[in-house]
């Protein structure tokens, strides 16, 4: 057996070939390779079939629980950032308190009363340019709001703690 070498017959196997199938199966073949490479240009074949997002009529209920966390959540960062602003307005107003508790205490320790009095201008002078009775001090409201701007504040103080001042102060000592 080691040396036997099968003949042509034997390979082939000429005794059951039916050239007819062969002949069926090759017009087969090119239908196919005829209707898939000419797929295009059938009737429709260029158009893409879709289909809408919403089937009008579905029994299927509408799903909105993301849309409902979306506002749940809009309207939780909102109360937040409300209530961040009131706590921002509290704090302004206890710090201007403090500002104006200061400017009280400044005034005691100068001797002399802060006044709002609208007859007065800068400096505690009335309208005549002379101090006020008991050496009233007008200190602007301005400088209370807003950013602190040091000339402004240099020009009140020396206003305010001019040379009358000083004179007033002596003339006390005396």
């Not at 036997?4 to 199938?21: A, K, L, N, T």
């Not at 002949?23 to 073949?29: I, K, R, S």
């Not at 196919?32 to 009008?56: D, K, M, S, W």
């Not at 709002?116 to 005549?128: E, L, R, T, V």
Request: net charge negative; glycine share 8%.
């Amino acid at each position: 057996q080691d040396g036997y070498v099968p003949s042509y017959h034997q390979v082939v196997g000429e005794d059951g070939v039916d050239d007819e199938v062969d002949e069926v199966e090759l017009e087969q073949a090119e239908l196919f390779e005829h209707t898939y490479n000419f797929r295009f240009e059938e009737p429709g074949g260029a158009t893409i079939v879709t289909h809408p997002r919403v089937v009008e009529g579905a029994v299927r209920k509408e799903d909105d629980r993301r849309k409902r966390q979306r506002e749940a959540r809009k309207e939780r960062q909102n109360q937040v950032a409300a209530t961040n602003d009131e706590d921002v307005k509290r704090l302004k107003n206890l710090k201007k308190r403090e500002i104006e508790d200061r400017l009280t205490k400044i005034a005691r320790v100068a001797g002399v009363r802060i006044s709002a009095d609208d007859s007065k201008d800068q400096g505690g002078k009335d309208k005549k340019g002379k101090k006020g009775k008991g050496g009233v001090l007008r200190v602007d409201a301005s400088l209370l709001e807003g950013d602190f701007d040091p000339e402004a504040w240099d020009r009140q103080m020396a206003a305010a703690f001019d040379d009358e001042y000083y004179a007033d102060e002596d003339a006390e000592g005396e």
